[in-house]
């Protein structure tokens, strides 16, 4: 059976170095020097730790109170996530502690 995942590889051989498992499709991902960003079918966005994978924070994306669904990220400079979303728009967030948005 199918478990949707984050996998993270090493380079020099291609073996597993961590995994992060979740119950919905990832729509997306980008990452800067310490964060993996995903972006997910159900709306969610998981900031993972580029070392070990642990999670950093976990937020649903909503524009005002509707939720909204990630379907592109781009990491944009340092502590600025781009964030396109399945309704059209383009959002800039910052990226700290708790983020995003």
Known sequence: MYAPG???????DGAPGW????????????ADAETA???YE?????GLDLRDGTVRWRRHLTVGAVL????ALTVAGPGRLLIGTDDGRVLECSVGQGAPC
């Open 37 to 39: 960003y995903v972006g």
């Open 68 to 71: 909204v669904v990630p379907t």
């Open 6 to 12: 984050i996998r993270r590889r090493e380079a020099a």
């Open 42 to 46: 159900d709306g969610e966005i998981v």
């Open 19 to 30: 995994v992060f498992r979740t119950d919905a499709g990832a729509t997306d991902l980008d």
